[in-house]
């Protein structure tokens, strides 16, 4: 089992960075895969990014070149750097993690991009 939190999300103008946190109840060094998730009002979750326990990364096509995910393995925690933001960003991102045990899902946090 694994608990996690998301932080960081928050109100951005079209064009500006946000970078949001996923902090884990325990080490994440034995945790195959984390990713980032994200859910717009009406619309299913789709993922956006994950990273493997050797750092091996993947993005969506919507994403990439904008956004970077990393894992601190030292601090339990996996972040997305977001720049470059656009009003098709606004959602509530998920962070999940994957080891032997199952799937984990975080609460989600709020990401708006508006002027």
């Known amino acids: 089992q694994v608990q996690l939190v998301e932080s960081g999300g928050g109100l951005v103008q079209p064009g500006g960075s946000l970078r949001i946190s996923c902090a884990a109840s325990?080490?994440?060094?034995?945790?195959?895969?984390m990713g980032w998730y994200r859910q717009a009002p009406g619309k299913e979750r789709v993922l956006v990014a994950h990273?493997?326990?050797?750092?091996?990364?993947n993005y969506a096509e919507s994403v990439k070149g904008r956004f970077t995910i990393s894992r601190d393995n030292a601090k339990n925690t996996v972040y997305l750097q977001m720049n470059s933001l656009n009003v098709e960003d606004t959602a509530v991102y998920y962070c999940?993690?994957?080891?032997?045990?199952?799937?984990?899902w975080g609460q989600g946090t709020q990401v708006t991009v508006s002027s």
């Open positions: 990273i493997t326990s050797g750092g091996s990364a």
């Open positions: 999940k993690a994957w080891d032997d045990g199952g799937a984990y």
């Open positions: 325990r080490s994440i060094f034995s945790i195959n895969v």
